[in-house]
Protein backbone atom coordinates (compact mmCIF):
# COMPACT_ATOMS: atom_id res chain seq x y z
CA UNK A 1 0.00 0.00 0.00
CA UNK A 2 2.50 2.53 1.10
CA UNK A 3 5.40 3.10 -1.54
CA UNK A 4 8.38 5.64 -1.00
CA UNK A 5 10.25 7.96 -3.03
CA UNK A 6 13.08 10.02 -1.40
CA UNK A 7 11.20 11.56 1.47
CA UNK A 8 7.61 11.21 0.43
CA UNK A 9 5.42 8.49 0.31
CA UNK A 10 2.30 7.58 -1.67
CA UNK A 11 -0.79 5.77 -0.64
CA UNK A 12 -2.34 3.90 -3.70
CA UNK A 13 -6.08 5.18 -4.72
CA UNK A 14 -8.15 5.93 -7.14
CA UNK A 15 -7.88 10.02 -7.60
CA UNK A 16 -5.02 11.38 -9.90
CA UNK A 17 -1.97 13.09 -8.80
CA UNK A 18 -3.14 17.12 -9.58
CA UNK A 19 -1.00 18.59 -11.48
CA UNK A 20 -1.64 21.99 -10.14
CA UNK A 21 0.35 23.86 -7.73
CA UNK A 22 0.13 22.89 -4.07
CA UNK A 23 -1.69 25.28 -1.42
CA UNK A 24 -1.47 24.93 2.47
CA UNK A 25 -5.53 23.89 3.74
CA UNK A 26 -6.32 27.43 5.59
CA UNK A 27 -7.05 25.57 8.29
CA UNK A 28 -5.74 22.37 8.64
CA UNK A 29 -2.18 23.21 8.58
CA UNK A 30 -0.36 23.28 11.93
CA UNK A 31 2.63 24.91 11.93
CA UNK A 32 4.46 22.34 14.03
CA UNK A 33 2.71 19.82 12.76
CA UNK A 34 4.76 16.40 12.04
CA UNK A 35 3.01 14.57 9.00
CA UNK A 36 1.86 16.55 5.72
CA UNK A 37 -0.51 14.86 3.72
CA UNK A 38 -0.78 15.85 0.19
CA UNK A 39 -4.10 15.27 -1.46
CA UNK A 40 -4.87 16.47 -5.28
CA UNK A 41 -3.44 20.07 -4.53
CA UNK A 42 -3.83 20.46 -0.94
CA UNK A 43 -1.15 20.04 1.89
CA UNK A 44 -2.70 19.19 5.33
CA UNK A 45 0.07 19.56 8.07
CA UNK A 46 -1.53 17.78 11.06
CA UNK A 47 0.31 15.70 14.02
CA UNK A 48 1.38 12.33 13.01
CA UNK A 49 0.88 10.54 16.91
CA UNK A 50 -2.87 11.68 16.68
CA UNK A 51 -3.64 10.16 13.14
CA UNK A 52 -1.64 6.99 14.25
CA UNK A 53 -3.85 6.88 17.11
CA UNK A 54 -7.17 6.92 14.98
CA UNK A 55 -5.53 4.57 11.88
CA UNK A 56 -4.18 1.82 11.76
CA UNK A 57 -2.19 2.16 8.18
CA UNK A 58 -1.01 5.27 9.20
CA UNK A 59 0.77 3.50 12.49
CA UNK A 60 2.28 1.31 10.33
CA UNK A 61 3.59 4.03 8.80
CA UNK A 62 5.62 4.91 11.64
CA UNK A 63 8.72 4.21 9.54
CA UNK A 64 8.06 5.67 6.55
CA UNK A 65 11.20 7.95 5.04
CA UNK A 66 12.41 10.82 7.20
CA UNK A 67 13.26 14.37 4.97
CA UNK A 68 16.58 14.88 3.81
CA UNK A 69 18.42 17.72 4.74
CA UNK A 70 17.90 19.26 1.07
CA UNK A 71 14.06 19.21 1.22
CA UNK A 72 13.74 22.23 2.88
CA UNK A 73 10.55 22.55 2.25
CA UNK A 74 9.35 19.64 3.50
CA UNK A 75 10.05 19.89 7.50
CA UNK A 76 8.12 16.82 8.18
CA UNK A 77 7.42 13.32 6.65
CA UNK A 78 5.24 13.79 3.32
CA UNK A 79 2.57 11.20 2.41
CA UNK A 80 0.51 11.67 -1.21
CA UNK A 81 -3.14 10.03 -0.92
CA UNK A 82 -5.05 9.68 -3.78
CA UNK A 83 -8.24 10.70 -2.61
CA UNK A 84 -9.83 13.65 -2.39
CA UNK A 85 -8.96 16.77 -1.01
CA UNK A 86 -12.46 17.69 0.43
CA UNK A 87 -12.36 13.82 2.04
CA UNK A 88 -9.54 14.60 3.84
CA UNK A 89 -10.54 18.07 5.00
CA UNK A 90 -13.91 16.34 6.58
CA UNK A 91 -11.60 13.57 8.60
CA UNK A 92 -9.08 15.66 9.84
CA UNK A 93 -11.32 18.02 10.61
CA UNK A 94 -12.84 16.01 13.00
CA UNK A 95 -9.86 14.63 14.47
CA UNK A 96 -8.10 17.80 15.02
CA UNK A 97 -11.56 18.97 16.33
CA UNK A 98 -11.02 18.53 20.32
CA UNK A 99 -14.98 18.82 20.46
CA UNK A 100 -15.65 15.96 18.51
CA UNK A 101 -13.27 13.45 19.77
CA UNK A 102 -15.84 10.90 21.35
CA UNK A 103 -18.65 10.54 19.39
CA UNK A 104 -18.77 12.80 16.21
CA UNK A 105 -22.10 12.41 14.92
CA UNK A 106 -24.36 13.31 15.72
CA UNK A 107 -23.39 16.24 18.08
CA UNK A 108 -25.09 19.33 20.10
CA UNK A 109 -23.06 21.34 17.36
CA UNK A 110 -23.59 18.76 14.07
CA UNK A 111 -27.07 17.19 14.67
CA UNK A 112 -27.14 16.84 11.10
CA UNK A 113 -24.18 15.83 9.38
CA UNK A 114 -23.80 15.77 5.83
CA UNK A 115 -23.62 13.31 3.24
CA UNK A 116 -20.32 14.62 2.27
CA UNK A 117 -18.80 14.45 5.79
CA UNK A 118 -20.37 11.20 6.46
CA UNK A 119 -19.12 9.74 2.93
CA UNK A 120 -15.67 10.78 3.83
CA UNK A 121 -15.94 8.93 6.89
CA UNK A 122 -16.62 6.25 5.98
CA UNK A 123 -14.95 6.03 2.37
CA UNK A 124 -11.19 7.20 4.38
CA UNK A 125 -11.88 4.96 7.60
CA UNK A 126 -12.28 2.35 4.87
CA UNK A 127 -9.24 2.62 3.34
CA UNK A 128 -6.99 3.60 6.13
CA UNK A 129 -8.60 1.57 9.24
CA UNK A 130 -9.98 4.76 11.05
CA UNK A 131 -12.24 2.20 13.06
CA UNK A 132 -13.57 4.80 15.37
CA UNK A 133 -13.63 7.14 12.76
CA UNK A 134 -15.89 4.42 9.97
CA UNK A 135 -17.95 2.98 13.07
CA UNK A 136 -19.51 6.71 13.95
CA UNK A 137 -20.24 7.34 10.68
CA UNK A 138 -22.00 4.21 9.59
CA UNK A 139 -24.00 3.06 12.52
CA UNK A 140 -25.36 6.79 11.65
CA UNK A 141 -26.21 5.08 8.34
CA UNK A 142 -27.02 2.34 9.61
CA UNK A 143 -29.35 3.95 12.02
CA UNK A 144 -31.45 5.91 8.90
CA UNK A 145 -30.79 2.97 6.16
CA UNK A 146 -32.00 0.24 8.66
CA UNK A 147 -33.18 -3.24 8.36
CA UNK A 148 -36.43 -2.61 11.21
CA UNK A 149 -39.43 -1.22 9.87
CA UNK A 150 -40.45 0.32 13.53
CA UNK A 151 -37.51 2.41 13.52
CA UNK A 152 -38.03 3.61 9.81
CA UNK A 153 -41.47 4.35 10.91
CA UNK A 154 -39.62 6.26 14.24
CA UNK A 155 -37.58 8.49 12.05
CA UNK A 156 -40.64 9.24 9.97
CA UNK A 157 -38.36 10.45 6.92
CA UNK A 158 -36.59 8.83 3.85
CA UNK A 159 -32.86 10.54 4.66
CA UNK A 160 -31.56 12.07 7.53
CA UNK A 161 -32.77 15.46 8.64
CA UNK A 162 -30.74 18.48 7.85
CA UNK A 163 -30.85 20.31 4.29
CA UNK A 164 -26.88 18.38 3.73
CA UNK A 165 -28.29 14.54 3.08
CA UNK A 166 -31.13 14.80 0.90
CA UNK A 167 -32.90 11.73 -1.61
CA UNK A 168 -30.20 12.51 -4.29
CA UNK A 169 -27.83 11.14 -1.83
CA UNK A 170 -29.16 7.29 -1.40
CA UNK A 171 -27.20 7.32 -4.77
CA UNK A 172 -23.66 8.21 -2.71
CA UNK A 173 -25.13 5.25 0.19
CA UNK A 174 -25.55 2.51 -2.31
CA UNK A 175 -22.20 3.29 -3.46
CA UNK A 176 -20.91 3.69 -0.13
CA UNK A 177 -22.46 -0.22 0.50
CA UNK A 178 -21.12 -1.94 -2.48
CA UNK A 179 -17.56 -0.22 -1.35
CA UNK A 180 -17.89 -1.95 2.33
CA UNK A 181 -19.71 -4.78 2.10
CA UNK A 182 -22.63 -3.61 4.72
CA UNK A 183 -25.29 -4.47 2.70
CA UNK A 184 -27.75 -3.64 5.18
CA UNK A 185 -27.97 -0.53 4.00
CA UNK A 186 -28.84 -1.32 0.43
CA UNK A 187 -32.69 -2.06 0.70
CA UNK A 188 -33.77 1.08 2.05
CA UNK A 189 -31.64 3.29 -0.48
CA UNK A 190 -32.21 1.26 -3.39
CA UNK A 191 -35.96 1.45 -2.69
CA UNK A 192 -35.02 5.34 -2.15
CA UNK A 193 -33.25 5.51 -5.96
CA UNK A 194 -36.07 3.46 -7.61
CA UNK A 195 -38.44 7.10 -5.78
CA UNK A 196 -36.23 8.81 -8.27
CA UNK A 197 -37.17 9.49 -12.12
CA UNK A 198 -34.88 9.78 -15.03
CA UNK A 199 -32.40 11.96 -13.04
CA UNK A 200 -31.08 8.82 -11.30
CA UNK A 201 -28.32 8.83 -14.18
CA UNK A 202 -27.06 12.51 -13.55
CA UNK A 203 -25.97 11.14 -9.93
CA UNK A 204 -25.44 14.74 -7.59
CA UNK A 205 -22.34 16.93 -7.37
CA UNK A 206 -20.05 17.09 -4.48
CA UNK A 207 -19.33 20.71 -3.37
CA UNK A 208 -15.61 20.24 -5.06
CA UNK A 209 -17.58 19.17 -8.07
CA UNK A 210 -16.92 15.88 -8.33
CA UNK A 211 -20.23 14.10 -9.44
CA UNK A 212 -21.25 10.95 -8.03
CA UNK A 213 -23.82 8.39 -10.07
CA UNK A 214 -24.83 4.84 -9.14
CA UNK A 215 -22.59 2.46 -11.22
CA UNK A 216 -24.00 0.92 -14.38
CA UNK A 217 -25.79 -2.42 -12.65
CA UNK A 218 -27.16 -0.58 -9.94
CA UNK A 219 -29.21 1.43 -12.51
CA UNK A 220 -30.53 -1.49 -14.10
CA UNK A 221 -31.69 -2.71 -10.77
CA UNK A 222 -33.34 0.28 -10.11
CA UNK A 223 -35.38 -0.15 -13.50
CA UNK A 224 -35.78 -3.94 -13.08
CA UNK A 225 -36.86 -3.08 -9.57
CA UNK A 226 -39.90 -0.36 -10.07
CA UNK A 227 -42.35 -1.98 -12.01
CA UNK A 228 -42.37 -4.78 -8.68
CA UNK A 229 -42.39 -1.53 -6.59
CA UNK A 230 -44.93 -0.13 -8.32
CA UNK A 231 -47.13 -2.87 -8.18
CA UNK A 232 -46.74 -4.26 -4.51
CA UNK A 233 -47.84 -0.22 -4.23
CA UNK A 234 -50.63 -0.23 -6.05
CA UNK A 235 -51.97 -3.30 -4.34
CA UNK A 236 -51.40 -1.69 -1.14
CA UNK A 237 -53.80 1.24 -2.59
CA UNK A 238 -56.44 -0.83 -3.32
CA UNK A 239 -56.81 -3.28 -0.72
CA UNK A 240 -56.22 -1.30 2.26
CA UNK A 241 -59.48 0.06 2.44
CA UNK A 242 -61.10 -3.12 1.02
CA UNK A 243 -64.32 -4.33 2.38
CA UNK A 244 -64.07 -6.10 6.40
CA UNK A 245 -65.35 -9.51 6.83
CA UNK A 246 -69.09 -9.73 6.72
CA UNK A 247 -70.01 -9.11 10.15
CA UNK A 248 -67.66 -7.06 11.62
CA UNK A 249 -69.43 -3.61 11.64
CA UNK A 250 -72.78 -2.94 11.25
CA UNK A 251 -72.23 0.82 11.26
CA UNK A 252 -73.76 2.52 7.80
CA UNK A 253 -71.57 5.43 8.68
CA UNK A 254 -67.97 2.77 8.36
CA UNK A 255 -69.56 0.89 5.61
CA UNK A 256 -69.76 4.62 3.66
CA UNK A 257 -66.61 5.74 5.17
CA UNK A 258 -64.73 2.77 3.66
CA UNK A 259 -66.42 2.99 0.38
CA UNK A 260 -65.20 6.90 0.82
CA UNK A 261 -62.01 6.21 1.53
CA UNK A 262 -61.76 3.00 -0.81
CA UNK A 263 -62.26 5.48 -3.77
CA UNK A 264 -60.34 8.04 -2.89
CA UNK A 265 -56.86 5.29 -2.70
CA UNK A 266 -57.87 4.06 -5.70
CA UNK A 267 -57.62 7.26 -7.54
CA UNK A 268 -54.09 7.86 -5.93
CA UNK A 269 -53.15 4.79 -7.10
CA UNK A 270 -54.39 5.35 -10.97
CA UNK A 271 -51.69 8.44 -10.78
CA UNK A 272 -48.73 6.13 -10.50
CA UNK A 273 -47.45 6.56 -7.44
CA UNK A 274 -43.20 6.57 -6.99
CA UNK A 275 -43.17 3.27 -5.37
CA UNK A 276 -43.77 2.79 -1.57
CA UNK A 277 -44.74 -0.43 -0.65
CA UNK A 278 -44.69 0.53 2.88
CA UNK A 279 -46.36 3.43 2.51
CA UNK A 280 -48.66 4.66 5.64
CA UNK A 281 -52.42 5.95 4.99
CA UNK A 282 -54.69 8.58 6.14
CA UNK A 283 -57.83 7.21 7.78
CA UNK A 284 -60.07 10.12 8.41
CA UNK A 285 -61.61 11.63 5.62
CA UNK A 286 -62.05 15.79 5.46
CA UNK A 287 -65.15 17.61 5.77
CA UNK A 288 -67.27 17.73 9.56
CA UNK A 289 -69.89 15.91 7.88
CA UNK A 290 -68.34 13.41 6.25
CA UNK A 291 -68.72 9.76 7.91
CA UNK A 292 -65.80 8.66 9.68
CA UNK A 293 -64.55 5.10 10.40
CA UNK A 294 -65.48 3.58 13.98
CA UNK A 295 -62.68 2.85 16.44
CA UNK A 296 -62.79 -0.70 15.99
CA UNK A 297 -62.87 -0.45 12.44
CA UNK A 298 -59.72 2.00 12.39
CA UNK A 299 -57.80 -0.76 14.98
CA UNK A 300 -58.95 -3.80 12.10
CA UNK A 301 -57.54 -1.42 9.31
CA UNK A 302 -54.29 -0.55 10.67
CA UNK A 303 -53.54 -3.84 11.71
CA UNK A 304 -54.42 -4.80 7.94
CA UNK A 305 -52.33 -2.02 6.54
CA UNK A 306 -49.21 -3.36 9.72
CA UNK A 307 -49.48 -6.73 8.01
CA UNK A 308 -49.18 -5.53 4.71
CA UNK A 309 -46.36 -3.02 5.80
CA UNK A 310 -44.34 -6.15 7.57
CA UNK A 311 -44.53 -8.75 4.18
CA UNK A 312 -43.65 -5.84 1.99
CA UNK A 313 -40.66 -4.89 3.81
CA UNK A 314 -39.81 -8.55 4.39
CA UNK A 315 -40.22 -8.62 0.30
CA UNK A 316 -38.08 -5.65 -0.17
CA UNK A 317 -34.39 -7.84 -1.23
CA UNK A 318 -36.20 -9.73 -2.89
CA UNK A 319 -38.07 -7.40 -4.82
CA UNK A 320 -35.32 -4.93 -5.57
CA UNK A 321 -33.24 -8.61 -6.79
CA UNK A 322 -30.77 -8.17 -4.21
CA UNK A 323 -29.66 -11.12 -1.53
CA UNK A 324 -29.51 -9.57 2.06
CA UNK A 325 -28.52 -12.09 4.26
CA UNK A 326 -30.43 -11.16 7.55
CA UNK A 327 -32.77 -9.54 6.65
ZN1 LIG B 1 -67.00 0.34 12.14
Redesign the pocket.
Known sequence: MLTSDASEATVKGSVPADRAPRKKDEKLWFNDGTLIIVAQDTEFRVYKGQLERRSEVFKDMSSFPQPTADCADSPCPVVHVTDFAREWRHVLGLIFDPDDEQSPFPTARRPHPSFELISACVRLGHKYAMTSTYQAAMAYLKDHFTTSFSVFQKHGSWVPEGDDFGLVHTIGVVNLARLTGERTLLPMALLECCRKGADIVLGFTYSDGERETLVAEDVGLCFAAKDKLIAATILAYVNVFGPLPAGD?K?ED?RRALGLLSQSTSRKALSCPSPNPIISFNYTLPGATTPQ??E??RTTIKERERRRQLANWKALPSMLGIDVPAW
Open positions: CLCLCDC
